[in-house]
């Protein structure tokens, strides 16, 4: 059976063809056009949460009208399945189509592919999409392909999805790559030949500084090593040293074309055989020893935790991990310290699991979510406040995916907060968008004595305002509850940047609060501390006269 739809955007059915205007951001509109100067082929860089969803189906509804009399067949490709559902939303909620039209193809459902719109999962449309795209083309149809998070599409498993390429007849298949960092393994060889081109790039800078992801706070927290991982670190460190410079005896160009791609460069030594193919393999095995002792540091389970008790009960926050073994033990340390609010996702889970997961996190039953690589890419939950990297590896792409996943923007545009973890005087890099420019305030965890099992987390300057503040506070009569109260929201501000802000800014936003019930007491406070040390920050001479209104 042919299934037959006449498109039309939500609210207003219109002729085949016939889209309603809808506002575009200026990013989308200039991409649109180079897409059709390109042939209606190409991969667009586009920052996460930045509108790449709607691109593409604005991209679709304008294709579908430069084709009169033929019905397009739009064919999604997304890595997970929790993106596939995502489309299928967007799509039924962008054209006001039931969606029951809207295909899905994954391990555990496959709708017949005789319909408009097809949403299919990587890993089970590799062998099939193939198939089902020369079908449409044989019956006439032409074929708009999406491929969402474009960089995935170039390994070799993967790239069977392009397998239908030599037998398309030429202009029945458009393409439209999506991807916040779309240069990666065999783009290409494999990713442009078969989508087309990189012809547009829209990054996060870019989309903050436009306001159409959400502004952000980055921090950089140090966190130590304990004795012992100081010491295995060091060890790790000079047997590095010395196959390097066996591997520089093997193979003496290794290292003139600079490190970029070190793992995949010693892989392809490896693979080659011979004296230099020992060395990178022991050099490889070197530099995985010492990453898991960096990985695996117990301080970056306590300052999560930390960060945890920190963060108010209403901020919604991710916990990033690179092993399943540190978001298991986060995970507990979190449903110890708040019972039935923490929620965790990982490979290793049952769908059915990963799946209650995120329903739970996302309707707020739970405030946290420990993950591990699962959720780097698609997941949209955009009233994510926080995004903790307990641990990272050093690729570009892994950290611009995760910086996406809580910059979509909410109402009142309020700054999101990025929390990134690293060892000081390692190879870890010290920070999280080294280059970017990017403003980052500079924390780290004071651990306490012995087994290393608390700690604090600390600001050279922030601290030194706080006591500043807390020492006029006494000076100036203040009860000892009023100074305790104040010390509890220096605790909650050391995480928060909101000590930057001007003094009269913080003015105002304490006159919003004039007025209001018990329910903001906690709030008044927090800001009154603020005031006390922004003023403190601008003039540390001058006599400030601290306005003390705690309740």
């Known amino acids: 059976m042919v299934r037959l739809f006449i498109w039309q955007r939500k609210g207003k059915a219109l002729p085949c063809g016939l889209m309603a205007e809808k506002t575009l951001y200026r990013w989308q509109q200039d ?37 009169p009399g033929k019905t397009l ?10 993106l596939a559902h995502q489309w299928k939303s967007e799509i039924a909620s962008f054209y006001g189509m039931p969606e029951r039209e809207i295909g899905l193809w994954f391990g555990g459902r496959k709708d017949t592919p005789d319909r408009p719109f097809m949403v299919y999962v990587l890993n089970s449309a590799r062998y099939c999409v193939s198939r089902h795209i020369l079908t449409d083309i044989q019956a006439g149809n032409p074929v708009f392909l999406v491929c969402d998070e474009a960089h995935h599409f170039g390994s070799r498993e993967n790239a069977h999805v392009f397998d239908f390429v030599p037998k398309a007849t030429e202009g029945s298949v458009y393409s439209l790559g ?70 520089r005896r093997a193979c003496p160009n290794f290292f003139s074309n600079g490190l970029a791609d070190y793992i995949r460069k010693l892989d392809q030594l490896i693979r080659g055989g011979g004296k230099a193919a020992d060395a990178a393999a022991r050099l490889k095995r070197l530099y995985f020893q010492r990453k898991r002792i960096l990985v ?4 970056r389970v306590v300052c999560g935790l930390e960060l945890g008790r920190l ?37 290793a889970m049952h769908p059915l699991q990963k799946s209650l997961s995120l329903e739970r996190y996302r309707e707020g039953r739970t405030r946290m979510l420990v993950c591990c ?15 903790v990297v307990i641990s990272s590896s050093a690729g570009e792409l892994q950290r611009i995916q995760r910086i996406g996943r809580v910059l979509r923007k909410t109402p009142g545009n309020i700054p999101k907060r990025i929390f990134y973890l690293y060892v000081p005087t390692t190879a870890e890099s010290p920070e999280y968008l080294p280059g970017s420019g990017a403003y980052a305030e500079k924390l780290y965890l004071d651990m306490g004595p012995g087994d ?19 020492g006029r506070l006494v000076e100036n009569g203040a ?21 930057h802000l001007p003094s009269g800014e913080i003015e105002e936003r304490l006159k919003g609060l004039k007025g209001l019930k018990h329910a903001a007491s906690t709030e008044k406070n927090y800001w009154t501390t603020m005031l006390l040390l922004a003023r403190a920050r601008e003039s540390i001479e001058d006599d400030f006269s601290p306005i003390v209104d705690y309740n």
């Open 31 to 67: 991409c649109l056009r180079l897409w059709f100067e390109n042939g209606c082929r190409g991969v667009a860089g586009v920052a996460t949460g930045a509108g790449k969803t709607h691109l593409a189906l604005e991209a679709a509804a304008r294709l579908q009208e430069s084709l």
């Open 73 to 82: 067949r739009v064919r999604i490709i997304v890595p997970q399945v929790f």
């Open 178 to 247: 999506l991807s916040a960092t779309p240069e990666s393994e065999r783009f290409k060889d494999v990713i442009a030949p078969a989508v087309g081109p990189l012809f547009f790039r829209y990054g996060i800078e870019e989309a903050t500084r436009h306001s159409i992801t959400a502004p952000y706070k980055l921090f950089h927290v140090a966190v130590p090593f304990s004795g012992e991982e100081q010491s295995e670190y060091d060890i790790l460190s000079d047997r590095i040293a010395w196959a390097e410079a066996a591997l």
């Open 296 to 299: 695996f540091a117990e301080s």
């Open 311 to 347: 963060l108010t009960a209403e901020c919604k926050t991710i916990f990033f991990t690179e092993r399943i073994a540190t978001a298991n033990r986060l995970h507990e340390g979190l449903s110890t310290l708040f019972p039935g609010k923490a929620g965790l996702y990982h490979s």
């Open 373 to 387: 690589r699962a959720l780097d890419e698609g997941l949209n939950v955009p009233d994510t406040e926080a995004a």
């Open 452 to 470: 290393m099992a608390s700690g604090a987390i600390r600001c050279l300057e922030y601290d030194r305002l706080a006591g500043l503040v807390t």
């Open 479 to 499: 009860s000892e509850k009023q100074v305790s109260s104040a010390k509890s929201q220096i605790d909650r501000g050391r995480i928060a940047a909101d000590w």
